[in-house]
Protein backbone atom coordinates (compact mmCIF):
# COMPACT_ATOMS: atom_id res chain seq x y z
CA UNK A 1 0.00 0.00 0.00
CA UNK A 2 1.58 3.41 -1.54
CA UNK A 3 1.58 6.33 1.25
CA UNK A 4 3.55 8.96 1.83
CA UNK A 5 5.16 10.04 5.08
CA UNK A 6 4.43 13.38 5.56
CA UNK A 7 6.27 14.05 8.47
CA UNK A 8 8.24 12.40 11.04
CA UNK A 9 8.81 14.56 13.91
CA UNK A 10 7.86 17.57 15.97
CA UNK A 11 9.03 20.72 13.89
CA UNK A 12 9.68 22.31 17.23
CA UNK A 13 12.00 19.93 17.93
CA UNK A 14 14.11 20.44 15.37
CA UNK A 15 13.85 23.83 15.28
CA UNK A 16 15.14 23.89 18.76
CA UNK A 17 18.01 21.24 17.83
CA UNK A 18 18.75 23.82 15.77
CA UNK A 19 19.12 26.74 17.98
CA UNK A 20 21.16 24.84 20.88
CA UNK A 21 23.19 23.77 17.98
CA UNK A 22 22.90 19.96 19.75
CA UNK A 23 24.23 16.64 17.54
CA UNK A 24 22.18 14.41 15.78
CA UNK A 25 23.47 11.57 17.48
CA UNK A 26 21.89 13.62 20.82
CA UNK A 27 18.50 14.05 19.00
CA UNK A 28 18.49 10.69 18.15
CA UNK A 29 18.92 10.30 21.97
CA UNK A 30 16.09 12.23 22.91
CA UNK A 31 13.84 10.70 19.99
CA UNK A 32 14.18 7.01 21.79
CA UNK A 33 12.85 9.02 25.08
CA UNK A 34 9.35 9.45 23.46
CA UNK A 35 6.66 6.92 22.58
CA UNK A 36 6.48 6.96 18.98
CA UNK A 37 2.55 6.93 17.74
CA UNK A 38 1.90 6.66 14.06
CA UNK A 39 -1.34 8.25 12.63
CA UNK A 40 -2.84 7.52 9.56
CA UNK A 41 -5.00 10.72 8.18
CA UNK A 42 -7.76 10.15 6.03
CA UNK A 43 -5.87 13.10 3.80
CA UNK A 44 -3.24 15.75 4.69
CA UNK A 45 -5.42 19.03 4.89
CA UNK A 46 -5.22 22.21 6.86
CA UNK A 47 -8.79 21.43 7.84
CA UNK A 48 -6.98 19.50 10.92
CA UNK A 49 -4.71 22.70 11.82
CA UNK A 50 -5.17 21.50 16.00
CA UNK A 51 -3.46 18.80 14.99
CA UNK A 52 -0.37 20.20 13.19
CA UNK A 53 -0.33 22.74 15.97
CA UNK A 54 -0.19 20.11 18.60
CA UNK A 55 2.80 18.76 16.82
CA UNK A 56 4.79 22.31 16.25
CA UNK A 57 4.18 23.62 19.70
CA UNK A 58 5.59 20.90 21.33
CA UNK A 59 2.47 19.52 23.02
CA UNK A 60 2.86 16.15 22.28
CA UNK A 61 6.87 16.05 23.22
CA UNK A 62 5.36 17.07 26.22
CA UNK A 63 3.59 14.23 26.44
CA UNK A 64 6.52 11.86 25.75
CA UNK A 65 4.96 11.10 22.51
CA UNK A 66 7.16 11.52 18.83
CA UNK A 67 4.54 11.61 15.81
CA UNK A 68 4.63 9.87 12.54
CA UNK A 69 1.65 10.88 9.81
CA UNK A 70 0.91 8.86 7.17
CA UNK A 71 -1.10 10.12 4.32
CA UNK A 72 -3.31 7.39 3.77
CA UNK A 73 -5.57 8.93 1.12
CA UNK A 74 -9.10 7.87 1.78
CA UNK A 75 -11.25 6.09 4.53
CA UNK A 76 -11.01 2.80 3.52
CA UNK A 77 -7.13 3.22 3.45
CA UNK A 78 -6.86 4.54 6.73
CA UNK A 79 -9.19 2.19 8.31
CA UNK A 80 -6.58 -0.49 6.49
CA UNK A 81 -3.73 1.04 8.21
CA UNK A 82 -5.17 0.47 11.81
CA UNK A 83 -6.85 -2.65 11.30
CA UNK A 84 -3.34 -4.36 9.83
CA UNK A 85 -1.32 -2.29 12.77
CA UNK A 86 0.45 -0.39 9.88
CA UNK A 87 -1.36 2.37 11.53
CA UNK A 88 -2.01 2.96 15.65
CA UNK A 89 -4.12 5.90 15.32
CA UNK A 90 -6.46 6.63 12.79
CA UNK A 91 -7.78 10.44 11.72
CA UNK A 92 -11.04 10.05 9.72
CA UNK A 93 -14.75 10.01 10.10
CA UNK A 94 -16.63 8.34 12.79
CA UNK A 95 -18.70 6.82 9.83
CA UNK A 96 -15.37 4.50 8.97
CA UNK A 97 -16.12 2.64 12.44
CA UNK A 98 -19.44 2.69 11.97
CA UNK A 99 -19.04 0.45 8.93
CA UNK A 100 -16.72 -1.96 10.77
CA UNK A 101 -19.05 -2.28 13.81
CA UNK A 102 -21.67 -3.40 11.56
CA UNK A 103 -19.22 -5.65 9.95
CA UNK A 104 -19.26 -8.02 13.42
CA UNK A 105 -15.42 -7.72 13.43
CA UNK A 106 -14.13 -8.50 17.26
CA UNK A 107 -10.88 -5.97 16.81
CA UNK A 108 -13.15 -2.73 15.53
CA UNK A 109 -12.12 0.68 15.77
CA UNK A 110 -13.11 2.86 19.04
CA UNK A 111 -13.66 6.55 18.67
CA UNK A 112 -11.66 8.43 21.57
CA UNK A 113 -10.98 12.06 20.63
CA UNK A 114 -13.17 14.60 18.42
CA UNK A 115 -10.96 16.69 15.80
CA UNK A 116 -13.41 18.82 13.80
CA UNK A 117 -17.11 19.29 14.11
CA UNK A 118 -18.08 20.31 10.89
CA UNK A 119 -18.26 19.61 7.40
CA UNK A 120 -14.83 22.11 6.18
CA UNK A 121 -16.20 22.28 2.37
CA UNK A 122 -17.87 25.53 1.11
CA UNK A 123 -20.14 26.21 -1.99
CA UNK A 124 -18.03 28.10 -4.63
CA UNK A 125 -20.17 29.61 -7.28
CA UNK A 126 -19.35 30.17 -11.24
CA UNK A 127 -20.83 34.23 -10.28
CA UNK A 128 -20.44 36.73 -7.43
CA UNK A 129 -23.55 36.13 -5.66
CA UNK A 130 -23.38 38.25 -2.22
CA UNK A 131 -27.03 37.82 -1.37
CA UNK A 132 -26.91 33.56 -1.41
CA UNK A 133 -29.76 31.67 -0.71
CA UNK A 134 -30.12 27.60 -1.20
CA UNK A 135 -33.10 28.70 -3.53
CA UNK A 136 -30.76 29.69 -5.97
CA UNK A 137 -29.11 26.44 -7.06
CA UNK A 138 -32.87 25.25 -7.96
CA UNK A 139 -32.56 24.68 -11.25
CA UNK A 140 -28.40 24.25 -11.48
CA UNK A 141 -25.72 21.72 -11.29
CA UNK A 142 -22.86 21.67 -8.38
CA UNK A 143 -20.12 19.08 -7.73
CA UNK A 144 -21.17 17.31 -5.07
CA UNK A 145 -18.15 14.29 -4.50
CA UNK A 146 -18.18 11.05 -3.98
CA UNK A 147 -20.78 8.91 -3.83
CA UNK A 148 -21.20 7.21 -0.24
CA UNK A 149 -18.90 10.02 1.19
CA UNK A 150 -19.56 12.13 4.03
CA UNK A 151 -19.21 15.16 2.12
CA UNK A 152 -21.60 14.47 0.00
CA UNK A 153 -23.94 13.31 2.36
CA UNK A 154 -23.75 16.07 4.54
CA UNK A 155 -24.45 18.38 1.35
CA UNK A 156 -27.45 16.67 -0.02
CA UNK A 157 -28.67 16.63 3.83
CA UNK A 158 -28.20 20.43 3.76
CA UNK A 159 -30.08 20.67 0.47
CA UNK A 160 -32.88 18.76 1.05
CA UNK A 161 -33.52 20.28 4.73
CA UNK A 162 -33.56 23.60 2.20
CA UNK A 163 -36.36 22.25 0.49
CA UNK A 164 -34.83 20.92 -2.69
CA UNK A 165 -35.52 17.95 -4.33
CA UNK A 166 -31.73 15.88 -5.39
CA UNK A 167 -31.68 15.23 -9.15
CA UNK A 168 -32.03 16.27 -13.06
CA UNK A 169 -33.01 19.29 -13.59
CA UNK A 170 -36.85 18.35 -14.28
CA UNK A 171 -38.96 19.73 -11.60
CA UNK A 172 -39.48 22.74 -9.42
CA UNK A 173 -36.87 22.97 -6.60
CA UNK A 174 -34.43 20.35 -8.14
CA UNK A 175 -30.82 20.53 -7.98
CA UNK A 176 -28.34 17.84 -10.07
CA UNK A 177 -25.50 17.16 -7.40
CA UNK A 178 -23.47 15.26 -9.68
CA UNK A 179 -20.86 12.50 -8.34
CA UNK A 180 -18.96 11.65 -11.79
CA UNK A 181 -16.36 13.89 -10.57
CA UNK A 182 -13.31 12.65 -8.40
CA UNK A 183 -13.10 14.84 -5.17
CA UNK A 184 -9.07 15.65 -5.97
CA UNK A 185 -9.96 16.63 -9.68
CA UNK A 186 -13.31 18.85 -8.69
CA UNK A 187 -11.56 22.47 -8.31
CA UNK A 188 -10.10 21.49 -11.86
CA UNK A 189 -12.86 20.53 -13.39
CA UNK A 190 -14.80 23.29 -12.07
CA UNK A 191 -12.36 25.90 -13.09
CA UNK A 192 -12.80 24.31 -17.00
CA UNK A 193 -16.11 25.00 -17.17
CA UNK A 194 -18.22 22.16 -15.35
CA UNK A 195 -21.55 22.90 -13.62
CA UNK A 196 -22.41 26.38 -11.37
CA UNK A 197 -21.08 25.54 -8.47
CA UNK A 198 -18.95 23.28 -6.68
CA UNK A 199 -18.18 22.72 -2.87
CA UNK A 200 -14.21 22.70 -2.03
CA UNK A 201 -12.50 22.35 0.98
CA UNK A 202 -9.64 25.06 2.11
CA UNK A 203 -7.52 26.25 0.94
CA UNK A 204 -8.77 24.87 -2.31
CA UNK A 205 -11.61 27.44 -2.45
CA UNK A 206 -9.46 30.03 -1.70
CA UNK A 207 -7.43 29.47 -4.64
CA UNK A 208 -10.20 29.41 -7.15
CA UNK A 209 -11.08 32.69 -5.88
CA UNK A 210 -7.65 34.41 -6.14
CA UNK A 211 -7.85 32.71 -9.85
CA UNK A 212 -10.79 34.34 -10.82
CA UNK A 213 -12.53 30.99 -11.32
CA UNK A 214 -15.41 31.42 -8.61
CA UNK A 215 -17.03 32.81 -5.91
CA UNK A 216 -17.27 31.42 -1.82
CA UNK A 217 -21.45 31.88 -1.26
CA UNK A 218 -22.09 29.68 1.81
CA UNK A 219 -20.23 27.15 3.89
CA UNK A 220 -21.95 23.45 3.98
CA UNK A 221 -20.75 23.08 7.72
CA UNK A 222 -22.03 25.90 8.99
CA UNK A 223 -25.82 25.46 7.61
CA UNK A 224 -25.77 21.70 7.74
CA UNK A 225 -24.90 21.62 11.73
CA UNK A 226 -22.71 19.88 13.98
CA UNK A 227 -21.52 16.40 13.16
CA UNK A 228 -18.36 14.57 14.00
CA UNK A 229 -16.39 15.26 11.12
CA UNK A 230 -12.98 13.97 11.45
CA UNK A 231 -12.46 11.31 14.97
CA UNK A 232 -9.04 10.05 16.27
CA UNK A 233 -9.76 6.17 16.49
CA UNK A 234 -7.85 2.96 17.80
CA UNK A 235 -8.46 -0.56 17.67
CA UNK A 236 -10.09 -2.28 21.10
CA UNK A 237 -6.74 -4.08 21.59
CA UNK A 238 -4.42 -1.56 20.72
CA UNK A 239 -6.07 1.21 23.13
CA UNK A 240 -6.25 -2.05 26.10
CA UNK A 241 -2.39 -2.37 25.84
CA UNK A 242 -1.79 1.26 25.28
CA UNK A 243 -4.37 2.70 27.38
CA UNK A 244 -1.78 5.59 28.93
CA UNK A 245 0.24 6.38 26.03
CA UNK A 246 -3.77 6.68 24.32
CA UNK A 247 -4.50 8.93 27.23
CA UNK A 248 -1.27 11.33 26.68
CA UNK A 249 -2.16 11.53 22.96
CA UNK A 250 -5.40 12.61 23.83
CA UNK A 251 -4.15 15.27 26.50
CA UNK A 252 -1.31 16.72 23.92
CA UNK A 253 -4.11 17.13 21.05
CA UNK A 254 -6.59 18.87 24.28
CA UNK A 255 -3.47 21.41 24.35
CA UNK A 256 -3.65 22.02 20.86
CA UNK A 257 -7.29 22.40 20.50
CA UNK A 258 -7.02 25.08 23.11
CA UNK A 259 -4.20 26.90 22.14
CA UNK A 260 -6.15 27.26 18.60
CA UNK A 261 -9.00 28.51 19.98
CA UNK A 262 -7.17 31.29 21.55
CA UNK A 263 -4.59 32.32 18.83
CA UNK A 264 -4.51 34.66 16.17
CA UNK A 265 -5.34 33.95 12.89
CA UNK A 266 -1.48 34.55 11.48
CA UNK A 267 -0.85 32.34 14.74
CA UNK A 268 -1.88 29.14 13.31
CA UNK A 269 -1.17 29.76 9.98
CA UNK A 270 2.66 29.90 11.04
CA UNK A 271 1.87 27.03 13.38
CA UNK A 272 0.22 24.88 10.48
CA UNK A 273 2.77 25.60 7.80
CA UNK A 274 5.86 23.76 8.22
CA UNK A 275 3.65 20.61 6.99
CA UNK A 276 2.07 22.99 4.23
CA UNK A 277 5.33 24.43 2.92
CA UNK A 278 3.69 24.65 -0.20
CA UNK A 279 1.11 27.17 0.75
CA UNK A 280 1.86 30.67 1.57
CA UNK A 281 1.56 32.28 5.11
CA UNK A 282 -1.32 34.28 3.77
CA UNK A 283 -3.47 31.60 2.17
CA UNK A 284 -3.08 30.13 5.58
CA UNK A 285 -4.05 32.62 7.63
CA UNK A 286 -7.11 32.90 5.41
CA UNK A 287 -7.88 29.28 6.01
CA UNK A 288 -7.73 29.49 9.90
CA UNK A 289 -10.06 32.46 9.68
CA UNK A 290 -12.40 30.65 7.60
CA UNK A 291 -12.63 27.83 9.77
CA UNK A 292 -13.04 29.42 12.91
CA UNK A 293 -15.27 31.61 11.31
CA UNK A 294 -17.66 28.73 10.72
CA UNK A 295 -16.94 27.09 14.32
CA UNK A 296 -15.16 24.04 12.63
CA UNK A 297 -12.40 22.94 15.08
CA UNK A 298 -13.49 21.29 18.27
CA UNK A 299 -12.95 22.73 21.39
CA UNK A 300 -12.16 19.81 23.38
CA UNK A 301 -11.87 16.17 22.29
CA UNK A 302 -15.17 15.16 23.54
CA UNK A 303 -17.44 12.97 20.96
CA UNK A 304 -20.93 13.84 22.21
CA UNK A 305 -23.80 11.21 21.26
CA UNK A 306 -25.98 13.58 19.68
CA UNK A 307 -23.31 14.62 17.59
CA UNK A 308 -22.90 11.33 16.39
CA UNK A 309 -26.73 10.77 16.30
CA UNK A 310 -26.55 13.47 13.88
CA UNK A 311 -23.88 11.95 11.31
CA UNK A 312 -26.09 8.73 11.92
CA UNK A 313 -29.27 10.51 10.39
CA UNK A 314 -26.79 11.93 7.61
CA UNK A 315 -25.59 8.35 6.84
CA UNK A 316 -29.69 6.83 6.73
CA UNK A 317 -30.33 9.94 4.46
CA UNK A 318 -27.86 9.19 2.05
CA UNK A 319 -28.35 5.27 1.49
CA UNK A 320 -25.95 4.33 3.07
CA UNK A 321 -26.67 3.17 6.96
CA UNK A 322 -29.99 1.15 7.55
CA UNK A 323 -30.10 1.50 11.16
CA UNK A 324 -28.22 3.60 14.02
CA UNK A 325 -25.36 1.92 15.98
CA UNK A 326 -25.36 2.13 19.83
CA UNK A 327 -22.94 4.93 20.65
CA UNK A 328 -20.94 3.20 23.29
CA UNK A 329 -19.87 0.15 20.82
CA UNK A 330 -18.17 3.09 18.99
CA UNK A 331 -17.00 5.67 21.23
CA UNK A 332 -15.34 6.05 24.55
CA UNK A 333 -15.54 9.74 26.30
CA UNK A 334 -12.95 8.29 29.08
CA UNK A 335 -9.99 9.93 27.21
CA UNK A 336 -11.60 13.18 26.76
CA UNK A 337 -13.00 13.43 29.94
CA UNK A 338 -9.49 12.97 31.84
CA UNK A 339 -7.85 15.37 29.42
CA UNK A 340 -11.03 17.51 30.12
CA UNK A 341 -10.59 17.48 33.49
CA UNK A 342 -6.64 17.62 34.05
CA UNK A 343 -5.30 20.12 31.30
CA UNK A 344 -4.77 23.28 32.53
Not at 17 to 30: E, I, P, W, Y
Not at 53 to 72: H, N, Q, R, S, Y
Not at 212 to 221: F, L, R, T
Request: some cysteine.
Amino acid sequence: MHKKIIALASALSLGACCLTGCASNNQSTKDKELDKVTIAEVTHSVFYAPQYAAITKGFFEEEGIKVDLIDAQGADKTMAALISGEADIGLMGPEASIYVYKQGSDDYAINFAQLTKRDGSFIVSREKNDNFTYKDLEGKEILGGRAGGVPLMTLEYLLKNQGLNIGEKTSKNQVNVRTDVQFGVMAGAFAAGEADYTTAFEPTATQLVKEGAGYIVSSVGRDAGEIPFTCYSATKSYMDKNSDLVQRFTNALYKGQKWVQQASDKEVAKAMQPFFEDTSLEDLEIVAQKYKEIDAWSSDPLLKEDSLNRLMDVMIEGGELNEKVPYDSVVTTTYAENAIKNVK
